[in-house]
């Protein structure tokens, strides 16, 4: 049984923590707070754009729905926010191992955002202020409050900063640059200036975004259709079905008299033009940055993804520019089935200020102020997933350590939140990091389909789902064990095989698990065999099936994750002095100064630390310990 453990810390304080920021990492930090009974402040420039998708209306995706599961196991609102607005659900992925399948829900974005609103509003908790946070408030390396731009002052116990693209947000649209965090709002300097007069190392990266079209001026006709799936993948076992109408998206294609205009206008493009110096994402490049690099291809893949049920807006993805509006317009109108578009507004880049994430610890908590957490695009990432879950764990830590318990760290073999976490401290970030099933080395064990068993336990133990979800996890845990004994236990003769008796040499009659194990062979593969499955859920049959198809690949990584685990398992202390210790190089001792890494494991992941420096840190860190043991 979970109990909320109510928090009331605030005594003299407005509020335990100020959340600046309603993005998609600041809603999940003041939920988070408050499902674990916090009381918090969330502080943001408009309340009415709580969780607005700035770029395309679309959560999960290959790597990012990992995270999305995780948040939901964790008892966060964007995969709830997804399934209820979504309008096109896909599963990504199937032709390949369970590790990498995904799901992707193109969302109607109005009603996403509208979602978020009426939830943040609904919980009593959250006092959400409308401004414009401009200066932190900091007494003895502590954070202590927040002053608006008007001069308001707010106390509080913590502060997570959620700023995503507005710190010295600055838009480009070909040669014309305009002070904005997104489209037509305001970007925030002085908490730049806040930040820098603090101590803190900030950096400039960009991203960019696709014009919007008018979908009445679209030819459909000839695009080719990409439909929905069915039965819908929902993210969170919470929701069975929906209303709302499934729509398709549209495959479209760049044709050669794209390539020419855009190659003939490279020079009037922000990115090309040297107006813009920072570093955009590498894997979502511009279309000037696709006819550039890859000047061998002649054309592009467009998809035209609806915004809504109620909107014939047009979402063309894969055409993000930063070229002159009239040029991004004569470009458009030369791809197939857009000959007649109209723009909804143009396409821009921008530029903003982020901080670097060697300065944070790996529960967000900066290093150099105590209490001010930072979490989303600020620490450098991109992406509304990558921001939610740092969102949420940085409330959880915020609120443990204003309990005085122990951090809420999850590691590289629990989770994508985990991969991430552990990334961001140990790489200097000199690009937008976004997130890749690649980048999980343990990912057979971090599946879509186990993300609640492998965080449930942990949820429960902060309070951040109800005993009802719980209850029901246990459930589904107990009809995957039955279900998976049923599978082993239900035999099928041979003669009953037919035609696949052919790629069975055996005589003896099988098992329907052995058939599962059988290359090539899935659970359609075997309905026909199954008189047994009615009555079992979609979701336990097919968990059992991954887990009996794939339990030798479990087996070994579970191996490979022990193995890790003991070499994290060896810490380091925070307080080492890696100027005294003998023989590293002053490489790797700059880096360890840097990065501080938590555990012998961590310390090896830090980009240009050798084997051999580990070595010399296992020896010194055994020396240290017995002389200051
Ligand atoms: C033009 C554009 C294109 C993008 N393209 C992509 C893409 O292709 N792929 C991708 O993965 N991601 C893309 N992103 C990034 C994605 O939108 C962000 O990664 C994600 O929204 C970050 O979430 P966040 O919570 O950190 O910040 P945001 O969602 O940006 O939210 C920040 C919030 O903070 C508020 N705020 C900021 N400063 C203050 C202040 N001083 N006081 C009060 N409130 C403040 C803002 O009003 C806003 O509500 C794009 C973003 C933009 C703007």
Redesign the pocket.
Known sequence: MVQLIRLRLTQDYDFDIII????????EAALAAARMGCRSAL????AG????????PAIGGVG?SHIVKEIDALGGIMGKAADYSGIQFRRLNLSRGPAVWSTRVQCDRRDYNQFICDTINATPEITVIE????AFLVENNKIVGIA??SGEKYSCHSVIV??????GGL?HIGNTQTPA???K??A?Y??SESLDSLGFELGRLK???PPRLDGSTIDFGVCEVQPGDTPIPFFSPDRQATERQQVSCYLTYTTAETKRLVTENMTTSAMFSGEINSTG?RY?PSIEDKFFRFAHKDSHQIFLEPEGNGTDDIYPNGF?TSLPEEIQLQAMRTVTGLERVEFRRPG???EYDYCPAYQIKQTLETKRVENLYF????NG????????G??LMAAVNAVLKLRGEESFILDRSQAYIGVMLDDLVTRSTTE?Y?MFTSRAEHRLALREDNAQDRLFAVAGKHGLVSSGHIGRLERLQDETQTEMARLEKTRVSVAELGELKKRFPRKENLSLADLLRMPGLGLTDIEQFDSGRNGVSTPAKERAAIRIRYAGYIAKQDREIARFKSMESQAIPGSLDYSELRGLKNEAREKFSRFRPSSLGQAGRIEGITSGDIAVLAVALKRWKSVTS
Request: with cysteine.
């Open positions: 600046i920021g309603g993005g998609h990492a600041g809603v502080m943001t420039m408009d754009k709580l969780a607005l998708m700035s770029c395309n990012k401004a414009l946070a401009g608006d731009e959620c700023t995503g693209t507005f710190l838009i965090g997104r489209f709002e305001e925030a002085r908490l991203t960019g975004t994402p979502c993000s821009y880049a921008v979490a989303g695009q600020i990432t991109s992406g509304y997933e990558e921001a939610a740092q969102g937008p976004r």
